[in-house]
């Protein structure tokens, strides 16, 4: 007998083999123990969860000579037999999609009037009936409200929205589920043992998990690795080779040199996996289903089972969570999103890519609210480290003490101040004229600033240099009160480097421009940088 794929080799024949869609079946099975066996069905839901199995299995029951107790077919009688073997001529299966008009639908109308010899019921299966054209619709309408008695329609679709509303309406709708995990696991398990076919369960799980709740699908990917790796035992690295997937743990390394900033390490490792032959836009899918359970291991880690991940998978998605924040997690998610839909259309899958992967490494190329964000917290990463490392006395920044060191004897590092602030307490006040060198050399000073600090130099940008009546002081004025609250994260790191840089003691005002400050707002350029008297 010529090889049939494992999903037609082990389609259910019985009620009991169906998967996942108990609630079905259990209606079902007791219209057909009560004799409550309706007119018109309509079978919706996703491509591989059972619609024609069940239809079948449900064209069976109706016509068994000896039904079950249960409600489903003996598969023993002459009339089973006859479906099982498509011999039988009073259960017709349509395909909608090649037969969508209105002759079609008049063949059914014409052949419905002549009442079964055997059995009890005709029985029309129109698949993909969404296909069928409106002037069908309008043929069918009539017979589907009131066939004879003996006639049953069972109308599958995967796309209900695109049914008339009156046919809807006359028949009774089940909604198939996508299929868990889990169930198609135990399915596959169940049906290698029978094939005698040794797979790990890791491998199993995978498979399901790309069949995307589909069961035929699962079916069928598993059939493929089957084919690829014939006569051995089939483990996850074999099913990841076959399928051109990448696993988790290629997944965390690329997200950990995301977090980690290494470009270099990133491109030389998507350089590999492109040599290895992985698809980018399944790469690119994949990573995004990770930072998503990284994203819900991180704010809702209660949902674990849900999830339905392998114990180690979920140990190592909860490991990665712990090195980002969730704004920047949201980052990573619409960047890749975006790049998934991208390289639908792309003719240069790898630059888009590669563009994608250092941008998420280098937020300060962006100015979006989550890049600022993670700006700010690899800032404080820095500076958390560099207060840390001053503080035991052995290092200083570089840009502040050159300019501080230059009107200062050189000092031993057993002389070294304790502190970047107990080196910069004895300044002068800054003068009249210090404060006006300040204006003449500004520019110079953000350059140096930015060296230190690239993200608050870009907070800095939106502030505008004015004098202030006040000794030893400048202010800074922004022009909302949202910029101005930014630079709270950065304020001693820039009034220690304009300390530094003027070498004087001097005081920094913050202020915004409002609607309580309008001859400020008049006074101050907020277009082109420049210090004005306020």
């Known amino acids: 007998m010529a090889y049939q794929a494992l999903y037609r080799k082990w389609r259910p024949d019985n009620f009991e083999d169906v998967k996942g869609q108990d609630h079905i079946v259990t209606t079902l099975r007791n219209q057909i123990k009560a004799s409550h066996i309706g007119h018109a069905y309509l079978l919706t839901g996703t491509r591989g969860t059972g ?42 299966e349509i395909d909608a999609a090649s037969n969508t008009g209105v002759d079609s639908v008049r063949e059914i109308i014409n052949n419905i009037i002549y009442s079964p010899t055997e059995g009890k019921y005709i029985v029309y299966i129109i698949d993909e009936v969404h296909m069928v054209s409106p002037s069908a619709f309008n043929a ?32 009774q709708r089940y909604d198939f589920k996508r299929i868990t995990i889990n169930t198609i696991t135990d399915r596959l398990k169940e049906l290698m043992a029978n094939e005698g076919i040794n797979v790990s369960e890791d491998a199993l799980k995978y498979v399901a998990k790309a069949g995307d709740g589909s069961m035929r699908d699962s079916l069928s990917l598993l059939d493929q690795c089957i084919s690829f790796y014939l006569g051995q035992d089939i483990d996850l690295e074999k099913v990841v080779d076959v399928l051109g997937a990448v696993n988790s743990e290629v997944l965390s390394k690329i997200y950990n040199d995301i977090v980690n900033s290494d470009v270099s390490s990133l491109m030389n490792y998507v350089e590999d996996l ?47 969570s712990k090195k980002c924040d969730t704004d920047i997690l949201i980052r990573y998610i619409r960047e890749t999103s975006e790049l998934s839909n991208r390289l639908k259309i792309s003719s240069q899958k790898r630059v888009d890519v590669e563009i994608a992967f250092v941008k ?32 035991s006395g052995t290092v200083v920044t570089k840009e502040l003490l050159e300019n501080v060191s230059s009107s200062q004897p050189a000092a031993t590092t057993e002389a070294m101040p304790e502190s970047l ?43 505008r240099l004015c004098k202030s009546d006040k000794p030893a002081t400048i202010r800074l004025v922004f022009e909302r009160d949202s910029q101005r609250l930014l630079i709270d994260n950065f304020k001693d790191g820039l009034e220690n480097c304009l300390k530094g840089f003027l070498k004087r003691d001097i005081n920094i005002l913050y202020e915004s421009v409002n609607d309580k400050n309008r001859e400020l707002a008049k006074n ?3 277009i082109t940088l420049k210090v004005e008297e306020a």
Not at 148 to 160: G, M, N
Not at 301 to 312: G, H, N, Q, S
Request: glycine share 2%; with cysteine; net charge negative.
């Open 360 to 391: 998420m490494c280098k937020p300060q190329m962006q100015t979006d609210i989550e890049s600022l964000h993670q700006r700010i917290a690899d800032l404080e990463k820095e500076l958390a480290s560099l207060k840390e490392m001053a503080a």
């Open 274 to 320: 492109i040599m290895d032959g992985r698809e980018l836009s399944s790469l690119v899918d994949d990573f995004i289903q990770y930072l998503r359970n990284i994203l819900l291991a991180k704010e809702a880690p209660e949902v674990a089972d849900i999830m339905e991940l392998p114990t180690e998978q979920w140990r190592l998605i909860v490991e990665d």
């Open 421 to 463: 602030d107990e080196a910069l307490k004895d300044l002068a006040p800054a003068d009249k004229e210090t404060i006006e060198q300040l204006v003449v050399n500004y520019a110079k000073f953000k350059d140096i600033y930015a060296k230190e600090d690239p993200v608050g130099k870009g907070v800095l940008d939106n502030a």
């Open 51 to 92: 619609k024609t199995t069940i239809a079948k299995i449900m064209a069976k029951a109706v016509n068994c000579e000896n039904p079950k107790e249960d409600g489903s077919p003996c598969n023993e009688c002459a009339v089973c037999k006859a479906i099982n073997e498509q011999r039988y001529p009073y259960v017709h």
């Open 140 to 171: 069918l309408l009539k017979t589907l409200e009131e066939p004879p008695e003996y006639a049953i329609f069972i109308l599958a679709t995967t796309d209900p929205q695109k049914i008339p509303v009156t046919i809807l309406s006359r028949c």
């Open 524 to 526: 101050v350029n907020l």
